[in-house]
């Protein structure tokens, strides 16, 4: 396949999740009063699938690469909605050891996102760029990692907002969830820039 067609293919398989993620939510799949396995497996079931094809595939490889870095960066502008885990962290609705980590994280990626993109987004400042990414990267591994734990019954019993994120995170609907997918695909990609050669990287940046 062409790099089209591998286009149309990862906005099929985006929308086919979009569809699992709305169709699982309202059916309370990540619901759970124990360890929510479910949500562990929503959240590495879609990383791990683009790892084992972006390294068996050299035409998909191909695709993921050819896309422009300060294009996928922009994106990432997004997550300055993180502030509303601040907003419900004030109104006692979630946990402050989920969501002042998680909020704040977010909204530091989103807003420097532009600034990335514009100003670091060359080969003279790739060095920066990559370092920005795996922040991005570690911020979104911190998020999910504490969600998981802190949603878990064991631990949210006595924990102020415990039972709101259990209740945030398992019964809300599923736009939050597709656009950490959509994430998560555009900073595998970028995460792959780390294996570029200088000259494949300043090439693909106009």
């Known amino acids: 396949m062409n790099n089209a067609s591998y286009g149309r293919v990862t906005a099929g398989l985006i929308a086919v999740w979009f569809v699992f993620a709305l169709s699982a939510s309202a059916l309370h799949v990540f619901k759970t009063d124990l360890l929510p396995v479910a949500l562990g497996l929503a959240v590495t079931i879609p990383i791990v699938a683009f790892l084992l094809w972006f390294a068996t595939s050299a035409a998909f490889r191909q695709f993921a690469l050819s896309l422009n870095p300060r294009t996928l960066t922009f994106v990432q502008s997004w997550r300055v909605a993180g502030f509303t885990f601040l907003v419900l962290y004030a109104a006692g609705i979630?946990?402050?050891?989920?969501?002042?980590?998680?909020?704040?994280?977010?909204?530091?990626?989103?807003?420097?996102?532009?600034?990335?993109?514009?100003?670091?987004?060359?080969?003279?400042?790739?060095?920066?760029?990559?370092?920005?990414q795996i922040l991005g990267i570690s911020d979104l591994v911190m998020a999910v990692t504490l969600g998981t734990i802190a949603s878990a019954s064991w631990f949210t019993h006595g924990v102020p907002g415990g039972a709101g994120l259990r209740k945030a995170?398992?019964?809300?609907?599923?736009?939050?969830?597709?656009?950490?997918?959509?994430?998560?695909?555009?900073?595998?990609?970028?995460?792959?820039?780390?294996?570029?050669?200088?000259?494949?990287?300043?090439?693909?940046l106009p």
């Open 94 to 132: 979630l946990p402050g050891v989920f969501a002042l980590p998680a909020g704040l994280g977010d909204i530091a990626i989103g807003a420097t996102a532009p600034l990335v993109a514009i100003k670091l987004g060359n080969f003279n400042h790739r060095r920066g760029f990559i370092f920005w």
């Open 169 to 204: 995170i398992y019964e809300s609907k599923s736009a939050p969830a597709i656009l950490s997918r959509v994430e998560e695909f555009f900073e595998a990609r970028l995460c792959g820039s780390v294996g570029l050669s200088c000259a494949n990287f300043e090439a693909e």
